[in-house]
């Protein structure tokens, strides 16, 4: 039965409903799921992007009462400043749809409450009303917000982690606590793009996946990753995107189909671990590129000349990690390039080079939420740089750690992690006579002397 009243941003539901009611009947299908029992899809973590993902399976299938249910967990408690509700009430009353629907759902006042500063407003309660902390001027559909995680995940069939990479296994093992008596395993799809690194018995990174399958326990096949070159608030917009969802072929392409939209393609791919690595270090290089736009007045040579050397690098770790590392070659620059146009790491490399940030204020920022490349130069440059990866320098005939042979993500560890530098030191790195041209790096990782398969837990 499909359900009329279920309000979308635009007032309107999405369309064509026969074709979207086919893809939601698909899917339950493949799962099981009997016809008075509806598909439960849980968002875990309302960041800007989870909250959109979560968002537009709302306005996709949420309206089909009876054969979905779309809902999303945040933690409760998180008050909001006056200053950030003084805005948030700007954008209500910028936007005439915004009034009526508040109004209608006699949510307005609260809002002109808090503008006055006679009431507190809660992170989770505005998220009910459309309105993510991370990101206001983008309002959403109202979501159905639990705080209870164990209410939000017991029965979910569908699982989308919108975490970052630092807070996953942590949530991930309290949730494996509620699915212990259950009989069947949920499908997770995974948004995170940050890594972690760890280094016993081996060297190795560590991807949101792969943490969750030991916070729960849930089979591998029932875990992907889905990423690609989106912004969030466009995404949600309708400007047109692509993603690629990636893991076991049995659940990839049966939810890549139900994932699909017109202005929302969904590709997929078998390799889920080295596409997963990937969005993690993208970010990496978008906080240095952040601070050369300041640092040299947005000088377009500048600029170029920095893509130059983080590419290079880019081309090097891919070839370390990847046996065919050339596949992943558009999708990691295509990442790259919308991070550093108009992606939060990028951003936060801008505002730390002005000083309107400082190191000191930590990764989680007010209205952006984690910047994960922070902990993406640490991971990759410590994993990067112990003795045991040392190899033989093709050309100089010393032996050297992979990370020597990065200068700029070993300046990015020496500005954000040690903080022996300042922002500055960036541009000097790229200045440095001694640097090699960028074509030299790839010429070494196009030897493939330097892959290492087990820096992903992979067998040579």
Known sequence: MVDHSVE?????????????????????????????????????GAGAWGSVFVAMLQENYGRFRGKASVRIWRRGGRAIDKS????????????????????????????????LGDRVLYADEILKDGFCLNMIETPLCPLKVVTNLQEAVWDADIVINGLPSTETFQVFNEISKYWKERVTSPVIISLAKGVEAEFLP?????????MIYRATGVPLENILYLGGPNIASEVYNKEYANARICGSEKWRKPLGKFLRQSHFIVWDNSDLVTHEVMGGLKNVYAIGAGMVATLTNESATSKSVYFAH???????????LAKE???????????????????RNAWYGQ?????????????SIKGKGMIQGVSAVKAFFELLNQSSLSLQHPEEGKHVTPAELCPILKMLYKILITREFSCEAVLEALRDETMNDPRELIEIAQSHLFFQPWLLGQKP
């Open 8 to 44: 979308t941003m635009n007032g309107t539901n999405s369309a064509p409903s026969r074709l979207v009611e086919e893809r939601l009947d698909e899917i339950r299908r493949v799962m099981g799921k009997a016809d008075d029992d509806p598909l439960r899809i849980v968002g875990v």
């Open 310 to 320: 983080c590419t290079s690098e880019m081309v090097f770790i891919t070839h370390l």
């Open 84 to 115: 950030t509700a003084e805005h948030l009430f700007e954008v209500i009353n910028s936007r005439e749809d915004l009034l009526r629907r508040l109004i209608r759902r006699c949510a307005y006042l609260k809002y002109v409450e808090a503008r």
């Open 202 to 210: 081996h060297p190795r990174i560590v991807t949101p996946t792969q």
């Open 325 to 343: 590392p050339e596949k992943l070659a558009g999708p990691l620059l295509a990442d790259t390039y919308v991070t550093l146009l108009k992606g």
């Open 351 to 363: 505002k730390l080079a002005k000083g309107e940030l400082s190191l000191a204020m930590g990764d």
